[in-house]
């Protein structure tokens, strides 16, 4: 599959973890993919220094295992995640079940650092292994008229004690525009680090979505259906008032309930300085996707 997208960091701008491909991802390098994209134009996350692997997989939102930012390392682990199949359905030409091994032969493997923003106003850099999702919905065939892409992460009540709670109406689930999914900025990550995505993280594949709030990264995907109206959202259906569609990083629009014009750098320590938020997290390159829309309203 062609590489659309670039990243300026080079292998030694991040820390010795990446070094190590694991067999899985080496394995798929040899069906004919390659873990590249490391040098060309500047990223968003140009110049950031990437989370350490310890800070990224032990303070983590995975509402499946807890809400406590603990929990999903503490309690992930009894998550099956082999064999894995993702169902793709709806307006697509193949639709199917989609074993992973199978999916992770046929795709393009890049290791691309992103700035990720959460809601809750921290933020963290890191170094992910995966491919675009753009590709993978190529491979099924969207169907003409298609003009969304819905989401859903496994559920499973016997390997995740969080869903006991109905904090959240479950399944998991979450959706994008069809051009937002297509944009080769939006990436299925399989791995941190060159090192298979851990539980806590969203084993095996995940979305990751740079230029929006961290929810809309959904986690442990096991279905995508194509569409044509716009799906249900997990927050969005919790509280409409604070969790819009869009959910893009737009500093100048409040959450109801605090400011998200800073971030705080997990890391940093307490005291660290504050960050100023950037507009789509920093990766202006998306905002034609949003001309003519009013982001507070589509917020
Ligand atoms: N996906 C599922 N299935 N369940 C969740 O609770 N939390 C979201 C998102 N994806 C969540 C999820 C939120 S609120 C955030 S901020 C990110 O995952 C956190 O991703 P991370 O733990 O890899 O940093």
């Not at 691309?112 to 099924?140: H, K, N, Q």
């Amino acid at each position: 599959m062609a590489h659309r997208w670039t990243n300026t960091l080079t292998r030694n701008d991040v820390t010795e973890e990446r070094l190590w491909l694991n067999r899985r991802q080496i394995m798929a390098g040899l069906g004919g993919m390659a873990v590249a994209g490391l040098a060309g134009r500047a990223g968003a996350a140009e110049g950031l220094e990437p989370n350490s692997y310890e800070e990224i997989t032990s303070y983590n939102n995975y509402y499946e295992f807890g809400t406590g930012k603990d929990d999903p390392a503490r309690y992930a682990g009894d998550l099956t995640i082999s064999p894995w199949s993702v169902k793709i359905d709806g307006m697509v030409d193949k639709p199917g079940e989609y074993g992973f091994d199978d999916i992770l032969s046929k795709m393009t493997l890049e290791e691309r650092i992103y700035r990720f923003r959460c809601v809750e106003a921290w933020s963290m850099v890191v170094p992910w292994t995966g491919f675009e999702l753009a590709d993978l919905l190529t491979m099924a065939g969207v169907k003409s008229g298609a003009k969304y892409v819905a989401f859903e992460t496994v559920l499973r009540p016997d390997e995740m004690p969080g869903v006991r709670y109905n904090v959240l109406d479950w399944p998991y689930v979450e959706g994008l525009r069809l051009d937002e999914a297509m944009h080769p900025l939006t990436i299925m990550a399989t791995g941190i680090y060159g090192r298979d995505i851990p539980r806590q993280n969203g084993a095996p594949l995940r979305l990751v979505v740079p230029w929006k709030y961290g929810y809309k990264s959904i986690k442990s995907i096991v279905r995508i259906t194509l569409t044509d109206t716009q799906p249900p959202t997990s927050w969005n259906k919790a509280n409409p008032n604070e969790y819009g569609f869009y959910s893009n990083v737009n500093p100048q629009v409040d959450h109801p309930r605090w400011s998200q014009a800073t971030e705080r750098g997990i890391g940093g320590g307490l005291f660290a300085k504050r960050k100023d938020t950037l507009m789509f997290n920093g990766y202006d390159e998306v905002a034609s996707l949003y001309e003519g829309m009013d982001l507070t309203v589509n917020h």
